[in-house]
Every structure is written in C-alpha cells, then in structure tokens.
C-alpha cells in the first residue's frame, strides 16, 4: 500500500516567486492537511482538506493556499516567497477527520 | 503560554533505561497524538489517545483527560529509538496543535 507522496522533495526558490507543492494521499483517504516546521515556530497546521472542501485554515497569511482534488491529491501554494516561508512543508492524509494521520516525507523549501 | 507543553525538552539516556516523555494541554481536545520524527523530517504516527492507555511494542501511551496529561513510555530503550517526540492535540476540525518536541538521545 503506497503511503503518502509528496513532490518535490527539495525545492529551491527565490524571494517574490511563487511555488506550488504536492500532496497524493493514501487510496481512500478523503481528508489531506498541511503543516509548516521550522526551527523557530516548530510545527503548525496550515490548512485541511476534506472531500475537495476547506474545513479548516491555520493563522498563516494569505499568501498560503491550497486546494484538493476529485481523486483527494492536493497542493498548496505560496504567493510573493519571503525569506521567513523557508521551511519543511509536510502533509498528512486521513481516512477521515479523528480517525489518525499518516504523514508524507515533506517537501523542504529554501527561499533565497 | 503554549496551548501544549512538553517535558522534557531534551534527553540523553543510556541503552536499555525507561524513558518518560510527558505532554501538558490547556484546552479541551477530541484526541492526542504522539509522533515520532527522525533527522531528515519524515513523522511517524505512534499513538492516537481519547482515553486510558495504548501499547505497542515497548512504546505506552496513557492520557488523563481531566488532569489534561499525556506521557509517553518507552521500555528497554535502544539506541533506534533516538529521534524527536512530538505530542499533538485534536480539536474537531481544528487541525492539529504541536508540542515543540524531546530530542530524545538513546547511548549505547
């Protein structure tokens, strides 16, 4: 059983670009979320996706923004990359809400 | 104050000592998790509690919901188990809240 993907891996980015990461969850898995960690902040929770609908949004600005698709994929962009954005990017996919994550390897993103 | 607190911050053990980790929340919560994070960044999902205790392998889990405390156990530590501990609460739908985790250390 395929976990879940998240592409690419690393990422490398310039101030004031936009970048667009990928999230594909576990078969059957409806619901897909999507955390920030860094150094500083430690993890927190940016957004979840359940059923191609956005239940819920962490306290990050506007610049983050997600969607999900009919087959439950995901992604999130982030708009005008600032320095502070460099982070690893981690995604988690669950059969539904309560019932546990299974979390993807993380895309690591370096804003210069 | 953080909404999750965790104790300690860092451990260093020697191989084969019983590890404690503990998780202190403010707020109600529907569930707590405990997670596992190598060098590198993957997490791994140890433990989802509402109540009482769960055990895997040498890993314990046990929540007290009216004190709001979680520990996590780990018997006969093995160097393996080096890594971060991260405790996490649920709150409906409102996405997960972290710890800022143990660095656990486990010396052979």
């Known amino acids: 059983k395929a976990g879940v993907t998240q592409t690419p891996r690393y990422l490398i980015k310039t101030r004031g670009q936009q970048v667009t990461l990928s999230c594909s969850p576990i078969s059957g898995h409806r619901s897909v979320s999507w955390y920030q960690q860094t150094p500083g902040q430690g993890l927190q929770f940016l957004f979840e996706y359940f059923s191609e609908t956005q239940r819920n949004k962490g306290n990050f600005p506007g610049r983050f923004s997600g969607r999900q698709f009919s087959n439950s994929r995901s992604e999130m962009n982030v708009s005008t990359l600032e320095l502070g954005d460099s982070a690893l990017y981690l995604c988690?996919?669950?059969?539904?809400?309560?019932?546990?994550?299974?979390f993807g390897s993380g895309t690591r993103l370096t804003v210069v | 104050k953080n909404e999750v607190e965790q104790s300690p911050q860092n451990l260093t053990a020697q191989e084969g000592e019983f590890i404690t980790i503990n998780c202190s929340y403010s707020v109600g919560i529907s569930a707590l998790h405990w997670l596992q994070q190598h060098p590198g960044g993957g997490i791994v999902s140890l433990f989802m509690l509402s109540s009482g205790k769960k055990k895997h392998g040498r890993l314990i889990a046990t929540i007290n919901i009216q004190e709001k405390h979680s520990s996590l156990h780990i018997t006969a530590s093995h160097p393996r188990d080096s890594a971060v501990y991260i405790c996490a609460v649920e709150r409906g739908a409102d996405g997960l809240t972290f710890g800022k985790g143990t660095h656990l250390i486990i010396q052979p």
């Open positions: 988690a996919s669950s059969l539904d809400p309560g019932l546990g994550y299974t």
